[in-house]
C-alpha cells in the first residue's frame, strides 16, 4: 500500500514543482511616487519561466525586460532613465505585490478582466 501511494504521489510532487505563477493577464494599482498616487497598469506574459510585458503610467509605457518567473516569485527589469533596475514580485493569485527598485516599496496589483 505504502509502495503504490509513493508511486502515485511521485509524479504528482514533481509536476507541482514545476508550475509557474499564471501572471499572464492586467494588474492594475496605485504607487506613492515623490508623495503623488500614481495609477500603473502592468499588462504581462508568461510563458514557462520567461515574463514579459509593459507597465502603463498617466507618463507612458515602459517594456519589462529580463523577466524570470520561479514559482510563485517574479523579477523584472525597468528602464525608466539612468539604466535598468530589477523589481521583484509575489504572486498570490488574484494579486500581485511588487517592491519597486524606483522607490523600494511594496505596492498590491490586483488582476482586471481583459
Excluded: C, H
Excluded at 500603473?40 to 510585458?53: D, H
Amino acid at each position: 500500500m505504502k509502495k503504490t501511494f509513493l508511486s502515485i504521489a511521485f509524479p504528482f510532487v514533481i509536476i507541482m514543482a514545476f508550475v509557474t505563477a499564471d501572471l499572464t493577464g492586467t494588474w492594475k494599482g496605485t504607487v506613492s511616487y515623490q508623495g503623488t498616487p500614481l495609477d500603473l497598469t502592468y499588462k504581462l506574459k508568461a510563458e514557462g519561466s520567461v515574463l514579459t510585458g509593459t507597465v502603463t503610467s498617466p507618463y507612458g509605457e515602459i517594456p519589462l525586460t529580463d523577466g524570470k518567473i520561479s514559482g510563485d516569485d517574479f523579477s523584472y527589469k525597468i528602464d525608466i532613465g539612468g539604466g535598468p533596475r530589477e523589481s521583484k514580485g509575489k504572486y498570490y493569485g488574484d494579486s500581485i505585490v511588487i517592491t519597486s527598485a524606483v522607490t523600494g516599496l511594496s505596492n498590491t496589483f490586483k488582476r482586471v478582466p481583459e
